[in-house]
């Protein structure tokens, strides 16, 4: 996503160094990967502060979605990588599933559920999967 230049496209916030964070896939890793995701945005405001407030909250709320479906529909471990772009956050979540995710219907009257991959492509700049043999890599982008 263009945008006009504020800043962020710096070395200060170029400099601030990804984060990757390895988890087993069990449903706690979920809270782990948001609290890691945090972290990272924490050192990214220091540098450089988000263009709205909803940025933040919007990426907390993208790697919560790939980390949930990551334990619900890959099996084992998967691998959360966070960096700053020159305006924005790139997310990279691998797991051990090779099938893309697609859409589902989303049915709030049957316990929801449905609506994780309709809320990435509604809030993320870019999306696109890449998949291999020993499972699939999610890349984002997030406005920052």
């Keep these: 996503m263009a945008t006009e230049p504020r800043g962020n496209d710096s070395p200060a916030s170029l400099a601030v160094p990804g984060r990757t964070a390895r988890f087993a896939g069990e449903p706690q890793d979920v809270t782990g990967a948001r609290l890691a995701a945090e972290e990272f945005l924490r050192t990214l405001a220091r540098a450089t502060p988000p263009a709205a407030p909803e940025c933040w909250h919007d990426i907390v709320l993208i790697v919560t979605e790939l980390a949930s479906n990551a334990v619900q529909y890959a099996p084992g471990p998967f691998v959360l990588q966070l960096r700053p772009t020159f305006d924005g956050v790139h997310?990279?979540?691998?797991?051990?599933?090779?099938?893309?995710?697609?859409?589902?219907?989303?049915?709030?009257?049957?316990g929801g559920g449905g609506i994780g991959w309709h809320l990435i492509h509604t809030l993320c700049s870019q999306v696109s999967v890449v998949s291999a043999t020993?499972?699939?890599?999610?890349?984002?982008?997030?406005?920052?």
Excluded: I, Q, S, Y
């Excluded at 990279?92 to 009257?109: C, G, I, K, S």
């Design 91 to 110: 997310v990279t979540l691998h797991d051990t599933n090779p099938t893309a995710p697609a859409p589902r219907p989303f049915h709030p009257d049957a």
């Design 134 to 144: 020993e499972g699939k890599d999610v890349h984002v982008f997030l406005p920052w």
